[in-house]
């Protein structure tokens, strides 16, 4: 089983950025984390990031016959990119959509995601537990 963990703008400054809402940790901290418990249930994990929207929108769409479940966490993309959203909808791939933050109680504007309709679930406000728990669904999805 292969899986794609995909972030977009401004997560590679995790640990940086505002560590009040998103934590201490770094993209790679967590990447590492996220790999260790992919291991003993047998997925293979692929990490990408980028602060680019057509560069997510082309990793998303290189997944078509090659990744089984995609976890997604696009990042402010999440509020306005179409975009993204149809590259989701069109490789037909279950996709998790998760943020750090539970983007419910925050600012207006963070509030909409126009990608949680063409995801199978949305995971928010759980850190690093959001990775976690969306690695679990897609196992568990996957597998039967």
């Given at each position: 089983?292969?899986?794609?963990?995909i972030?977009?703008?401004n997560?590679?400054?995790?640990?940086?950025?505002e560590?009040?809402?998103?934590?201490?940790?770094?993209?790679?901290e967590m990447?590492?984390?996220?790999?260790?418990e992919?291991e003993?249930l047998g997925?293979n994990?692929e990490?990408?990031?980028?602060?680019?929207e057509?560069?997510?929108?082309?990793?998303i769409?290189?997944?078509?016959?090659r990744?089984?479940?995609?976890?997604?966490?696009?990042?402010?993309?999440?509020?306005?990119s179409?975009?993204i959203?149809?590259a989701?909808?069109?490789v037909?791939i279950p996709?998790?959509e998760?943020?750090?933050?539970?983007?419910?109680?925050?600012?207006?504007?963070?509030?909409?995601?126009?990608?949680?309709d063409?995801a199978?679930?949305?995971?928010?406000g759980?850190?690093?537990?959001?990775?976690?728990?969306?690695?679990?669904?897609?196992?568990?999805?996957?597998?039967?």
């Amino acid at each position: 089983m292969k899986i794609i963990v995909i972030n977009g703008p401004n997560l590679n400054m995790l640990g940086v950025r505002e560590p009040e809402i998103y934590g201490k940790m770094t993209l790679e901290e967590m990447n590492e984390i996220i790999q260790k418990e992919a291991e003993p249930l047998g997925i293979n994990l692929e990490f990408y990031q980028s602060n680019h929207e057509g560069d997510l929108i082309d990793v998303i769409q290189q997944c078509y016959h090659r990744i089984d479940g995609i976890i997604i966490n696009p990042g402010a993309y999440s509020h306005y990119s179409y975009a993204i959203r149809d590259a989701i909808s069109s490789v037909h791939i279950p996709t998790i959509e998760v943020h750090l933050s539970d983007i419910s109680s925050r600012e207006y504007f963070r509030r909409t995601s126009v990608i949680e309709d063409v995801a199978e679930k949305q995971i928010s406000g759980k850190g690093i537990a959001s990775y976690i728990e969306a690695l679990h669904f897609l196992n568990t999805k996957l597998k039967l």
